[in-house]
């Protein structure tokens, strides 16, 4: 396997989960490169349920080295709690779990600030995140106020905490949002950067160093291109770059040393949160792909909105990220529709037509998708193990998706199980 970024193409939710513990089985080492706790993946191994939010699910695979990238903010308070969920579970992550040194951490303030800054904007302006404090732990990123996690050892660190527990303090009283205990914030970083740092690491050198053993690296990127803060719909995004080129940035391994990139879509298009969505449905066909997409938030349980396949957001997924391959998931959950519609463009009311997703969210409201209409298979394709035995329809919608978005497609899934993944072409 070469280096292999995995990307989401849509608004996240796209079922990369499944399409990464596929490819676990074939990398040594596993990167998650963005975003945080925001993320959920629900994992099912050996009959057992385990819901990740931080920690690549290639810790369950035995022997697999899983590394939390400096592109992540990470909440180290749900990191721990993830540990300790695994050992619970029999499985112990030390030796095998390595968080960069330069890794962001989603502090206690972030959290608040991301919860009130929600509460208190009008209905219009509100984002609809996670409040995992994911915004405003990017933000001070970038405004060069962040902790990384490599600041835990220095002595100066509870200093910190306190006068920026007061400073979110005052904002959090402007806003009227409740205040932060200042003494009990400082001692409980000061208990958990003790059970942390065994797994801080120059994680950079790492997977340089793996790669140069020539180890097989996997990144796995969090949420999806429509949520990318620079090429997603803006403001309703979420504070990182999801896309490809977020894998290098946020590992600090070379784009000369990807081989790869694997773009996950979903046969048809769901979003949670506030924001354009073009093929919405708010009809019963929407409720019918909720209920059968089984379309509730992991990490927070909200509905999902749901609608038609958006082959314009497949185009540019496929530009923006470079896809070589596809992996489509949960073909089954459109096997009872008589019909099946795909959007292959917008019109905009004056009749300009897009063929490419516009950054103009103003213009993207006047416009309408244009429709094209496939037959439904109307039977099940759960059951099915070859590509060959899909119903004709079926592969005739699926074929009609891969060309209208362009690259190849690598695996196609038809049910949340293992079994039900077909490897089209990625010959794995
Ligand atoms: P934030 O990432 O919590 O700041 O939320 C910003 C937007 O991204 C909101 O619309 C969230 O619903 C959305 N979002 C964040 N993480 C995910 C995810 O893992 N799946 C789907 N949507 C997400």
Redesign the pocket.
């Known amino acids: 396997m070469p280096n292999t970024v995995l990307m ?1 193409a849509q ?3 796209e079922g990369k989960g499944k399409v990464i513990d596929v490819l676990t089985a074939q990398a040594d080492v596993v990167v998650r490169y963005q ?2 706790s ?3 993946h629900t994992v099912v191994a050996e009959g057992r349920k385990y819901v990740l939010h931080l920690i690549p699910s290639g810790i369950l695979h035995e022997g697999k080295q899983c590394v939390i990238g400096n592109g992540v903010v990470m909440d180290p308070f749900d990191l721990m709690t993830e540990i300790g969920m695994l050992r619970g579970h029999g499985i112990d992550p030390d030796g095998r779990l390595f968080i960069s040194d330069r890794t962001h951490m989603v502090m206690a303030w972030h959290r608040a600030l ?1 919860k009130a800054d929600e509460a208190r904007r009008a209905e219009s302006k509100k ?9 405003p732990a990017y933000g001070a990123k970038m405004g060069r106020t962040g902790f990384r996690v490599g600041d835990l050892l220095d002595p100066r660190f509870p200093g910190r905490v306190r006068e920026e527990t007061a400073l979110a303090n005052e904002t959090l009283a402007a806003w009227g949002a409740p205040l932060l205990d200042v003494d009990a914030t400082v001692a409980d970083y000061r208990s958990v950067a003790e059970a942390l740092r065994p797994y801080v690491a120059d994680t950079v050198l790492f997977v340089n160093e793996a790669d140069r053993a020539g180890k097989r690296i996997l990144l796995e990127g ?3 291109t429509m ?1 990318d803060i620079d090429f997603g719909t803006y403001p ?5 770059n999801p896309t490809a080129g977020g894998a290098c940035t946020g590992s600090g391994l070379s784009p000369r040393r990807i081989g790869r990139v694997v773009g996950v879509i979903k046969c048809y298009t ?6 354009p969505f073009p093929t919405e449905l708010h009809d019963a066909t929407g409720e019918l792909l909720r209920q059968k997409g089984g379309e509730f ?4 349980g ?1 509905p ?1 909105r749901c609608g038609w396949f958006d082959a314009v957001i497949g185009r540019y997924a496929a530009m923006v990220n470079g896809v070589d391959f596809w992996a489509m998931t949960k073909l089954d959950v459109l096997d009872e529709m008589p019909v099946i519609k795909i959007c292959t463009a917008y019109r905009r009311d004056d009749g300009v037509v897009y063929e490419t997703f516009p950054s103009d969210l103003a213009a993207l409201e006047r416009c309408e998708p244009v429709y094209e209409e496939m037959p439904g298979w109307m039977e099940p394709t759960s059951h099915i193990t070859r590509y060959e035995d899909l119903p004709e329809k079926a592969r005739a919608y699926v074929e009609r998706l891969v060309a209208l978005i362009g690259g190849r497609l690598g695996i196609l899934s038809v049910g949340p199980a293992r079994e039900t993944t077909l490897l089209v072409e990625l010959g794995i």
Request: proline letters at 0%.
């Open positions: 989401g608004w996240g939710d975003g945080g925001n993320a959920g991301d984002i609809g995140t996670t409040g995992r404090g994911i915004g969090a949420q999806g949520l309703f995004v979420t504070s990182s769901t979003r949670v949160g506030a924001g938030g992991a990490t927070t909200r999902r």
